[in-house]
Every structure is written in structure tokens, then in C-alpha cells.
T-cell receptor, first 115, second 116 residues
């Protein structure tokens, strides 16, 4: 079974600073996808960034980047130049390939950006 | 707006009531999902439908009954629920299954369900 662990229930960061959210996962699979989703108070889950396990290069999306360490099964999210709109719950998710698109989520990290 | 719409946004029901949650996606996706989101717990996958066929039922009690009449619509029928079933119920869709069909899930805004 796949498990996803987010060890930081809550975090805060000053506006314009950088913050890193951690995520580890456990799997015996070799090919899979990893995602970070953002859930603001509006409850809409929005994809922030995705990473294919077969790619060594870390994914980046504007101010968001990941540090993907496949051997360590670690997938952290770095948010640069934090903005007030980044305040939200952040969920790390794992998806196996070829198995009906099952997504496994962590418990989430509540991030607050302080003005 | 993610292209996945859920109704109602809020629902309060008694333990003897019967109600249904509705999900509709306008993305041309072939896979749809129901998730339960409770405080301080991971999102729990409840049901998966691929091409209108149920491919996953994660030991969900029979008081939850899914229905997928077509690839664009997904329902969750509720009856004789318990207070511990109170949660946010999220619907999601994705491109589909199989090799090279691996995209992210797109979520609706959820239905906040309270069972009294």
C-alpha cells in the first residue's frame, strides 16, 4: 500500500520570504507521479505542481518548485516570495501508474502567510 | 474554476433522511472519484469510476451508494447516515486510466455534509 506523510501540520512564513513544506511517501513502485495541491478557504483543490518519477529534473512552476529525492522518497515543495494568497492547506499526493488513477493524499500542511 | 461542479455546497440531513450529492465535469474526462475529507485525516478515496464502470470501492459502508450514468456525471446517494459521516465530500475527475493517461485530478469545491 502507498502512504503519504506530511509531518508539518501547520507552518507560517513572512510575506516575501521562502518556505519549504515536506512530504515523504512509501511505495514499492518505480513509476509514479507526485503532486502538490493547494486548498484555500474556498475549499477548491487546485493543482500547484506535478513531478513524474522518471524525470530527474525537479519541476518548477513560477514561484513553486520541488525537491524530488527518489531514493529517499522525499518530495518537498518550496514556495519563494510568499504571497498572502498562498495561505491555504497544502496536500502532497502520490499516484501510481496504470492502476486506475488512484491518488493517495497526505494529511496536509496548513500554511499561513503573515503580512 | 476547475471544470468540476458539485451541488449542493452545503447539506444538513437527519439520520433517517435520503439525499444525493451531484457532481458534473465539463472536461471530457473518463475517470471520476468521490473522496471524503475529514479534519486531520488524509483524503479518503471512496469510489472510482472509469468509463462509467466502478473500478474501486474502498470498503465504503453501503449507506453510501454511488451512481455514474455517464462519463460527465457522478452521484453519491446517502441514506441512514451517522453523525461521524459528517465531512467534506469532494468529487474529482481525471483523464482516465491506462498507460499514458496519467494526468492530475481536477476537484470540485465539495459538499459540506452535516448529519444531525
Amino acid at each position: 500500500a502507498q502512504t503519504v506523510t506530511q509531518s508539518q501540520p501547520e507552518m507560517s512564513v513572512q510575506e516575501a520570504e521562502t518556505v519549504t513544506l515536506s512530504c515523504t511517501y512509501d511505495t514499492s513502485e518505480n513509476n509514479y507521479y507526485l503532486f502538490w495541491y493547494k486548498q484555500p478557504p474556498s475549499r477548491q483543490m487546485i493543482l500547484v505542481i506535478r513531478q513524474e518519477a522518471y524525470k530527474q529534473q525537479n519541476a518548477t512552476e513560477n514561484r513553486f518548485s520541488v525537491n524530488f529525492q527518489k531514493a529517499a522518497k522525499s518530495f518537498s515543495l518550496k514556495i519563494s516570495d510568499s504571497q498572502l494568497g498562498d495561505t491555504a492547506m497544502y496536500f502532497c499526493a502520490f499516484m501510481k501508474l496504470n492502476t486506475g488513477n488512484q491518488f493517495y493524499f497526505g494529511t496536509g500542511t496548513s500554511l499561513t502567510v503573515i503580512p | 474554476e476547475t471544470g468540476v461542479t458539485q451541488t449542493p455546497r452545503h447539506l444538513v440531513m437527519g439520520m433517517t433522511n435520503k439525499k444525493s450529492l451531484k457532481c458534473e465535469q465539463h472536461l471530457g474526462h473518463n475517470a471520476m472519484y468521490w473522496y471524503k475529507q475529514s479534519a486531520k485525516k488524509p483524503l479518503e478515496l471512496m469510489f472510482v469510476y472509469n468509463f462509467k464502470e466502478q473500478t474501486e470501492n474502498n470498503s465504503v459502508p453501503s449507506r453510501f451508494s454511488p451512481e455514474c450514468p455517464n462519463s460527465s456525471h457522478l452521484f453519491l446517494h446517502l441514506h441512514t447516515l451517522q453523525p461521524e459521516d459528517s465531512a467534506l465530500y469532494l468529487c474529482a475527475s481525471s483523464q482516465g486510466t491506462g498507460k499514458n493517461m496519467n494526468t492530475e485530478a481536477f476537484f470540485g469545491q465539495g459538499t459540506r455534509l452535516t448529519v444531525v
